[in-house]
């Protein structure tokens, strides 16, 4: 992993510029489940809470896999048209 000093000074962005908009992402998205649930979500008991994380990330973990394997599934096909690209033409 290169240090954040070094990729500043190579001209990067620091990874921690697009934080404030993370943030923002995550009150819109705590607002909308205000909306949804009443505002109870901050009531309810921490073991409720803790297994409504899990449920989430097993969410990810699954939208993650399914990126996983349709980019493997493009890589695939790009390296399919480059070895078409690459190949000889026969002439029959």
């Given at each position: ?31 909308a489940?205000r909306?949804s ?10 073991s409720e809470?803790l297994g409504?994380?899990a ?10 896999y399914v990126t ?8 695939m096909k790009a ?10 033409e026969?002439?029959l």
């Amino acid at each position: 992993m290169r240090d954040t000093a070094q990729q500043r000074s190579n001209g990067a962005a620091d990874p921690l510029d697009g934080f404030d908009a993370f943030a923002r992402a995550v009150r819109k998205r705590l607002a909308a489940g205000r909306e949804s649930y009443h505002d109870e979500s901050f009531a309810r008991p921490p073991s409720e809470l803790l297994g409504e994380v899990a449920e989430e990330l097993l969410d990810v973990c699954g939208w993650a896999y399914v990126t996983w394997h349709r980019v493997q599934q493009l890589a695939m096909k790009a390296d399919e048209a480059r070895q078409r690209m690459l190949a000889p033409e026969v002439e029959l």
